[in-house]
């Protein structure tokens, strides 16, 4: 699992593969038996590949299955954030390597917004903030495509030449490296390593605020997801194995969704979730597995069209729903 999840855009898309780069940082290696990889932290290739191996499979087409359970904040200004709704999914799919060393992903996702109180999956949801009943939109993207290689694209990314969107990358220790390797925030301690993936930037909002008045916050969108992997650290280290099994966290600050109409009123949402890969999808609590089987079948089973485009969830809003009435 996970670089993805309930955002404006692909985040598979945000990264793009590259010849190797040297990095500035200077991180320890992990101590390590005879047969045991050691992975060297200040190179781009080796945080990608012990990257694929904990959050998805270095094997090509194996099916990966992921869980995440949580709550969703509401925080207005200056005020303590509020619970507001539960958020609870799962995800699928593989990771396919390419002849220059770098991953392509594909991957399908569904969340279901649930009641604080009771846990059950609501279809309606009523809003603190304008005493409104909102129609409950749950997460369902059919395709989250994107390429991960050893380097951050630096400017303009692929599919946007103009460069509207603005990002930065967790390579904290080589954030002075113009060529952005991929160099990311390993920590090992006794058994276990970790690992963060973290998105922050701004990026233009495909819900035009003239058009789409209470569904839009504004013309553009801050980004900020924080993921972390854990993973045990002999497994990631044992070069026998093409995955190791992981748990971890999903922090996101986000701008109101459409179907809260909320417009550019002040404020912003914060996520907060539990993950944990899966053997299957058979180990997904009761509730859930049996509201995806009765209203989003096809995210349970082991297909996906690798040629059908990428789309966000903002682009599934736009698609299934038409601009509210002001």
């Keep these: 699992m996970l670089t993805r999840f309930d955002s404006p855009l692909s985040r598979r898309g945000l990264l793009t593969g590259g010849a190797t780069l040297a990095a500035a940082s200077s991180l320890p290696s992990l101590a390590v038996g005879a047969d045991a990889i050691d992975?060297?932290?200040?190179?781009?290739?080796?945080?990608?590949?012990?990257?694929?191996?904990?959050t998805n499979s270095l094997k090509d087409r194996d099916w990966v299955h992921g869980w995440y359970s949580g709550l969703v904040f509401g925080m207005l200004p200056n005020k303590t954030p509020?619970?507001?709704m539960g958020l609870e999914g799962f995800g699928l799919g593989y990771t396919v390597?390419?002849?220059?060393?770098?991953?392509v992903s594909y991957w399908k996702e569904v969340g279901f917004?649930?009641?604080?109180?009771t846990n059950e999956v609501i279809e309606s949801w009523k809003?603190?903030?304008?005493?409104e009943t909102n129609k409950v939109m749950h997460i369902h993207n059919r395709m989250v495509k994107g390429f991960l290689g050893p380097r951050f694209f630096a400017s303009?990314?692929?599919?946007?030449?103009?460069?509207?969107?603005?990002?930065?990358?967790?390579?904290?220790?080589?954030?002075?490296?113009?060529?952005?390797?991929?160099?990311?925030?390993?920590?090992?301690?006794?058994?276990?390593?970790?690992?963060?993936?973290?998105f922050r930037g701004e990026v233009p909002n495909l819900l035009d605020p003239k058009i789409w008045v209470k569904e839009s916050t504004g013309a553009r969108l801050p980004i900020c997801e924080m993921f972390e992997f854990v993973g045990d650290a002999d497994e990631l280290r044992d070069p026998d194995l093409d995955r190791v099994n992981h748990s971890g966290s999903w922090i996101r600050l986000a701008p109101w969704l459409p179907w809260q109409m909320m417009g550019p009123a002040e404020g912003r949402l914060f996520y907060r979730c539990t993950t944990k890969s899966l053997n299957n999808l058979a180990e997904l609590p009761p509730n859930i597995l049996a509201y995806a089987e009765k209203n989003f079948p096809e995210y349970l089973v082991n297909e996906i069209d690798e040629n059908e485009p990428s789309e966000s969830s903002f682009e599934v809003y736009m698609k299934e729903n038409q601009p509210a009435k002001t």
Excluded at 97 to 103: A, E, F, K, L, T
Excluded at 113 to 117: E, S
């Design 156 to 198: 303009a990314p692929v599919g946007d030449p103009e460069g509207r969107m603005d990002f930065k990358f967790p390579n904290y220790r080589a954030s002075d490296d113009p060529s952005n390797p991929f160099v990311l925030n390993w920590q090992t301690l006794g058994d276990q390593t970790s690992v963060w993936m973290d």
């Design 39 to 54: 992975y060297d932290w200040t190179d781009p290739n080796d945080n990608l590949n012990a990257y694929i191996k904990l």
């Design 82 to 84: 509020d619970a507001l």
């Design 127 to 131: 809003n603190p903030y304008t005493g």
């Design 97 to 103: 390597r390419q002849d220059n060393g770098s991953y």
């Design 113 to 117: 917004y649930k009641d604080v109180k």
